[in-house]
């Protein structure tokens, strides 16, 4: 058995058990898992720490709980450190994709949901020959990728989109 904390799509925090975590998208994804405050079906497993059981106290487990003494002046508390959630590696990534956007758009014209057509134009000698960026349906590409025409794919802005 699994427990899973929970949330609903209106912040209501829970708990719940299932067999296994494909019981639970099953049971989340035909409604069967609801909200116990406002029955809404919109559920999501919340961000929990994982319970560990530790070896090395034998079967008998700690013995006796003992609790740590609290002094009688306690400093007051500092704020708390800064947390990374990106390591360096993913940072400067970023910043690399950020400075590749800078240069095409600096470099290069936006021809928008006109891609596909601009960039066939140019191939056949139709249109001048220029640097271009815009956006292309896979369906644009596969084509564009058929008719011998080469392009790069821009990955996406860090930040946009999420």
Known sequence: MIRYALICDHAHDFESWFASSASFEDQAKRGFVTCPVCNSAK?????????????????????????????AAAAPASAPAPVALMSEKEQAFREMVAALHRHVSEN????GKRFADEALKIHHG????????????????RMLHEEGVEFLPLPRLPGSGN
């Open 43 to 71: 559920v999501e497993r919340a961000i929990m720490a994982p319970n560990v059981a530790r070896t090395d106290l034998g079967p008998k487990g700690p013995g006796p709980a003992v609790e740590a003494p609290v002094p």
């Open 108 to 111: 290069a014209e936006h021809v």
């Open 126 to 141: 139709e249109a001048e020959e220029r640097a271009i960026y815009g956006e292309a349906t896979p369906d644009d590409a």
